[in-house]
Every structure is written in C-alpha cells, then in structure tokens.
Nanobody, 126 residues
C-alpha cells in the first residue's frame, strides 16, 4: 500500500506560481505512473496532469497545458507539479495520485486513478 503526502499549497495572486510536491512511500515508486487531480466543493474531482513511471511521458488536461508542468524524481520518490500563470479558476484542493498497476501509460492512468494523498489547498486570488 502506497502512502502519499502532498505539500506546497497556499495562497497566491493571479499570475503567480506555486510548486506542489508529493512524497511517496510503501512500494517501488519508479514502477508506477503518478498524477495530480483537483477538486472544488460541489464538483467532481478532475484530472490535472500525469507522468509515466520513467518520467518520459506526460499528459495534461487542456485547461492547464502550457501553464503547469509535472515532473518526478525517482531517486527521491517524489512527484512535482509546477504551476505558473495561475488563475482564480485553478483554486481547488489538489490531490496526488498513484497508479495501482505498474508501467501503464499516463493517459490510461488519468482515467483510472488509484491511491490518493490527503490533498493540499491552492487558492488563487484575483
């Protein structure tokens, strides 16, 4: 069972940047795709970005393409989400997710997320 701990959320003005981190433990990190999802009250959790087990392939929601970058450091068992040009509509609780099947493409994992972290709040003021 994988454990995921997010950090890096906070309050930022529109146009600013934040970097989220997710530290994983409990299994071999480098075998699994990882990703980020977000949720606002009253709405379903939505996909943001995913990255393959090796880091060689990434996949993004249209709403964040060109502004957000997902990356991973397999030596540190950590996945990151660099968020630039933030907008008020990016305000949400951001969740780290880990695939439950090894070596799957991030586009597949994005539709079938597995384990979740506890979430970190990101608030973008206008």
């Amino acid at each position: 069972q994988v454990q995921l701990v997010e950090s890096g959320g906070g309050l930022v003005q529109a146009g600013g940047s934040l970097r989220l981190s997710c530290a994983a433990s409990g299994r071999t990190f480098s075998r699994y795709a990882m990703g980020w999802f977000r949720q606002v009250p009253g709405k379903e959790r939505e996909f943001v970005a995913a990255i393959s087990w090796s880091g060689g392939s990434t996949y993004y929601a249209d709403s964040v393409k060109g502004r957000f970058t997902i990356s991973r450091d397999n030596a540190k068992n950590t996945v990151y989400l660099q968020m630039n040009s933030l907008k008020p509509e990016d305000t949400a609780v951001y969740y780290c997710a880990a695939d439950t099947q090894s070596f799957r493409p991030p586009s597949i994992f994005a539709k079938e997320p597995g384990s979740w972290g506890q979430g970190t709040q990101v608030t973008v003021s206008s």
